[in-house]
């Protein structure tokens, strides 16, 4: 077999398998897009109406409070990551740590990222209960952003690495310090960092066994940041295993706000990196 073969067969092999990737996700999102909006449709308010007493049996009212859950848990969870991550990313780059400090706590960071996200929650249930507490908004806030960390301070750090070296000398040059370089150096590599927090918020949004440990499976509207509650996730798992058809219709439409928010926010990172990518070195020229 000439090289020209091996050549044709290989990109055959990766257009088909390209070609199965997306009809896969193609058929995911549009069996959850047709059933799910076929039930939005029939009731447009289902999303913004609070549940009933009995709505995991009978399906009265609707999935506001977990829509809700998944706001007070993500939203705060996603700020404390952030905050920690730029703060690691930085630290971890030439001006403050060696390279082999660098590179043991990127090996760690990989580790972290790869850990099941159930493990996170079963981590914070054990802290939960040698506290004597019980599951609540907070649990689940801690879970989340040691879930969105290592994730967060993988993308900031090589974003940092991949901004231009001249952002670095220059600003030395100009005798600033190792903060405002580290400013200059932030805003050069803007487009990774927001990559890395939209990336963060949607795997936070969209996880299900870190908050059941943590926060639980309520079935009533969040009342305070140490009352049980419920995210848009967890709810879909209990609504799909119903025997109600109605409540597993519901989980559809639930899966369907769930994949317009993730896709949203895929498109809002894209158009934000866009933006931002304007204002650095090698950056679109507007």
Known sequence: MNRYTKQRLFGGAVRAATALLVSVMLLVVGVTVARGGRVLLADPTIFLTPPGSRYMLEANGGFLHAVLGSIFI???????????????AIYLQS?????????????????????????????????????????????????????????????????????????????????????????????????????????????????AATVLFTTGRSSNMPGGLFDSATTLPVMIFDQAMSFNPEIRSHAYAASFVLIVVVLGLIIISKLLAGRYARYTPAGRHS
């Open 95 to 207: 001006d403050y740590s060696s390279e082999r400090f660098s590179d043991a706590v990127n090996m760690f960071l990989n580790v972290l990222w790869a850990t099941p996200p159930i493990v996170y929650g079963v981590f914070v249930l054990t802290i939960i209960i040698a506290v004597g507490a019980q599951t609540s908004l907070f649990f689940g806030i801690v879970a989340i952003a040691i879930f969105q960390y290592p994730i967060m301070t993988r993308y900031t750090d090589e974003a940092l690495r991949s901004a231009p070296e001249t952002v670095r000398e220059s600003t030395y040059g100009l005798g600033a310090t190792r903060f405002e370089t580290a400013r200059m150096t932030v805003r050069a590599a803007a487009p990774g960092v927001i990559a890395g927090l939209i990336m963060g918020f949607a795997r936070g949004i969209g996880d």
């Open 74 to 88: 993500v939203g705060p969870a996603t700020a404390i990551a952030m905050v920690l991550a730029v703060s690691t």
